[in-house]
Structures are given as structure tokens and as C-alpha cells.
């Protein structure tokens, strides 16, 4: 999850018509039934009662894997260290899949829904990045520690839990690690799930630096970097040739006076540009990013296709005002995540509610974000990103930190969370809907 959601909310609750936090909605008589049943059953509290006692074994696991590097498009070490965990917790056939997905099936009864449950194995660090843990004042210092080291341990806490307390679910459980969640990384994990199963019936993916949040809308993004490209010359003896600096000028003054609605919430910005040799040369190349954000895929698509007119409106005009045909525009894809909107009262987010209510949590319901839940969210499938247990802070900094207290919480409240939403054996019926299969 995206470090820059703390901004996000300040800047929501400066402006006094958009809340923090989305109100919560009424939980229906159903979830409830179903909830309080899981809640209520002895072998749940059980299982319950074993996470918190398996607190000391998660954060040994912690420091172990936080150790073992995950940089971007480089993630096998840590799947397949992931993989010979849960294979260790008896997922003899746990595997990795052509993307480089962790997955371990925990079947049902059978018949029941299909929930994936998962963590990102990847991080924001290069290769070489310092990974030794410092330990201050009761925190943890290490890049990576939360995000999202602890998602995977509490995936593992989870099963040993279940197991421990021999709890037989409805639906199969899906225990996954994901790669490419982080930047250009571009949710390729979560695509591929989506890609090569089209039974699954929900999503989980834990994530995000406190246990209380719930995000449930996906901000869809289209990057792309554009390089105008001319002939150069002196800018004297060549005057009269065409500018790749003043096309992208051009450009840039057109995107800028774009106009997006608030609702839904579009944006655009031209984060970076470079280009040039020299003050007295006539530029050769410009280069610019730009990034486009939406929770509706029509708006996105519409801001994105008045962005493209204007770049190319831009070398048109350039070469038109000195006559010439010098100036090209290579236009690059480098970023797609989807959007997609979900009601708030869909039965996954109350579950979701109840589960942090009855351990003790307020639950926060996030302003929409860029995760790995954008790609089933985007499809229609019930989906949500939810915090990790303990404090996180300085995330995608070397500076990262991760604080253990009550940790526990944060992979209690998932595990309710789960098995009301697939169903205890004997116990309850699955809240999550079994979905026709999709073609
Ligand atoms: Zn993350």
C-alpha cells in the first residue's frame, strides 16, 4: 500500500465537506447471524486464543523473512522461502505460479466459495538494500517490516491457527503471496490470479499500516512517458528549426488546463520532465511523466484520451510554426492499474466491521486506493485491502518501522474476518456469495 494515504487524510479532513472516513453502514440481520456463530463457536476462540499466544514465533518469522531480499520483478527468494513455510504446515502441493505467486489451498467441505486471503512478497528496495533489523525504543527498524512482511506472517499465523484448533471451513481458503504490488510492479501478481482462475468468489489482501483500516475503493492509474524528439542545432546559426522543449511546453499547457470532476475523482499531474544540452542549443529530446488517477474507469479513460490529443496536438503545432515535420512524439504505457467502486455495505466490508468491533477496534473505512484488491475490485469480485496488525510508519523508506504491540489483533480480526466470510463447518453458512463462473 501506497505510504502517501496519511496526506490524503489530512488533507480530507481540511476540507470540511469530504469526512476522514466513509460512514459506516448498517450490518444486516444476515452477516450478523452468521457472524455471531464463528464468533461465538469454542474451536474459533481457540484459534483465536492460539494467535495471540503465537505472538513470539510470528516475530521470530518476522525478523527471518524481513531479512530476505524482495526487490521489484526479483521476488523467488522470498516465494520460494514463503513456499517451504507453508509447505512445513502441511501445504504439500503449495506452489508457485508462472507469475510468481505463493498459493496453498486449504479446501472446504466442498461447494462452498473460493476466498483469497493474501500479502505481497514484493518491496520497494533495491537489490543491496541494508535489511538488518535495529531495534529502539520497542520498535523494529528494517525496510520492508510491515510492508509487507508482516501481511505474510500473519497469512502464517493464520494456518497454524486453524490447524491448531482443527477448524474445518465451507469454502477453500486461498493462502497467497503476491508479486508486483509496488510501483511498476503494476499489481502483475494479482492480475495473473485473476488471469488464470476464474472461480475465485472474494479477496483479501493484507495490507496497510494499521489494523483498523479497510480499503474498499481502487484508484485506477495510467502513466505513461512521453520523449519529443527534433533536430537540435545552435541557437543561433540553427534558428528556425523546431524545439522538442518548447513541444512539450506546449503540451504541458494544454494538460494543464484539463478540467476533471471531483466526482468521481480524477486527477492528472506532469511529475517529472527533463531535456535539453545546453542554454544556447535548440533541444534535441524532452521527457516527461505523467500520471492520471481515477475510481471511475470512464473518467480515467476520458482525462487520458484529451491528454494523449494535446501531446500529439503539441509536435503538430511546433512543426507547424516553423514549417517543418522534424518533431516526433513516442508516446510509452509505464503504469495501468485499474479502477472500480464497491457498495460499502457489500457483505465482505460489514463482515470485515464486525470481525474489528469484537476485538476491540475502530474501524476506519479508507479513502479509495491503489492495491492489490484493485483488480478483483475492478472485475466486480468482493474485495478489500485491510491493515496489518502492530504500528507501521516511514513505509517505502530504509527508515521503515514496525511497532509490535498487540500485534495479534491485526491477525484475529482477519481470521474472523475469513471464516465468517467462508463458513465453519457444522457451524455457520458462508457470507460470501459462490459466484456463477466467469467467463
Ligand atoms: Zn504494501
Redesign the pocket.
Given at each position: 500500500?501506497?505510504p502517501n494515504q496519511f496526506a490524503s487524510l489530512f488533507f480530507a479532513a481540511a476540507v470540511a465537506s469530504v469526512p476522514a472516513f466513509a460512514a459506516e453502514p448498517e450490518i444486516s440481520p444476515a452477516v450478523k447471524e452468521q457472524f455471531t456463530a464463528v464468533s461465538g463457536n469454542a474451536q474459533v476462540k481457540q484459534a483465536l486464543d492460539f494467535i495471540k499466544a503465537d505472538d513470539t514465533n510470528a516475530l521470530a518469522e518476522l525478523k527471518a523473512i524481513v531479512a530476505i531480499p524482495s526487490p521489484p520483478f526479483k521476488e523467488q527468494v522470498r516465494a520460494q522461502d514463503f513456499q517451504k513455510r507453508l509447505t512445513a504446515l502441511g501445504f504439500s502441493d503449495a506452489s508457485i505460479d508462472k507469475e510468481g505467486n505463493v498459493i496453498a489451498v486449504r479446501r472446504g467441505t466442498g461447494n462452498g466459495p473460493k476466498l483469497i486471503v493474501s500479502a505481497?512478497l514484493d518491496t520497494v528496495f533495491p537489490a543491496g538494500t541494508d535489511l538488518t533489523i535495529k531495534e529502539k525504543d520497542g520498535k523494529l527498524y528494517a525496510p520492508g517490516i510491515g510492508?509487507?512482511t508482516r501481511?505474510l506472517v500473519e497469512l502464517l499465523s493464520m494456518v497454524r491457527a486453524l490447524n491448531a484448533a482443527n477448524i474445518k471451513t465451507v469454502g477453500d481458503l486461498w493462502f497467497v503471496g503476491t508479486v508486483g504490488?509496488?510501483g511498476l510492479g503494476d499489481l502483475r501478481g494479482a492480475r495473473a490470479l485473476f488471469r488464470d482462475h476464474k472461480d475465485i468468489d472474494g479477496f483479501i489482501s493484507i495490507?496497510?499500516a494499521r489494523a483498523e483500516r479497510i480499503t474498499y475503493v481502487a484508484v485506477g492509474s495510467h502513466r505513461y512517458r512521453i520523449t519529443y524528439t527534433g533536430p537540435g542545432g545552435h541557437s543561433f546559426s540553427a534558428f528556425g528549426r523546431p524545439s522538442a522543449i518548447h513541444a512539450i511546453g506546449r503540451a504541458i499547457a494544454k494538460i494543464s488546463e484539463l478540467k476533471t470532476p471531483t466526482e468521481p475523482k480524477t486527477t492528472f499531474t506532469v511529475g517529472t520532465i527533463k531535456g535539453g544540452t545546453s542554454v544556447n542549443a535548440i533541444a534535441e529530446e524532452a521527457v516527461m511523466e505523467l500520471d492520471m488517477r481515477s475510481v471511475s474507469t470512464q473518467a480515467l479513460l476520458d482525462v487520458e484520451t484529451q491528454a494523449l490529443k494535446a501531446i500529439k496536438d503539441a509536435a503538430v503545432e511546433e512543426n507547424a510554426r516553423w514549417k517543418t515535420d522534424k518533431i516526433t512524439v513516442d508516446i510509452k504505457l509505464v503504469g495501468d492499474r485499474p479502477a472500480g467502486q464497491q457498495a460499502v455495505d457489500s457483505p465482505i466490508i460489514q463482515t470485515a466491521l464486525l470481525s474489528l468491533r469484537a476485538v476491540g477496534l475502530k474501524p476506519e473505512l479508507e479513502s479509495p486506493g491503489s492495491?492489490d484488491s484493485n483488480v478483483a475490485i475492478s472485475l466486480g469480485i468482493p474485495a478489500m485491502t485491510i491493515g496489518r496488525g502492530g504500528l507501521n510508519g516511514d513505509?517505502h523508506s530504509i527508515n521503515e518501522w514496525w511497532d509490535p504491540k498487540d500485534a495479534y489483533l491485526g491477525a484475529q480480526k482477519t481470521l474472523l474476518t475469513i471464516l465468517t466470510l467462508v463458513g465453519v463447518d457444522g457451524v455457520s453458512k458462508p457470507v460470501l456469495t459462490k459466484a456463477p463462473i466467469k467467463k
Open positions: 500500500m501506497r505481497h510492508d509487507d501481511g504490488e509496488e495490507d496497510g492495491t513505509n
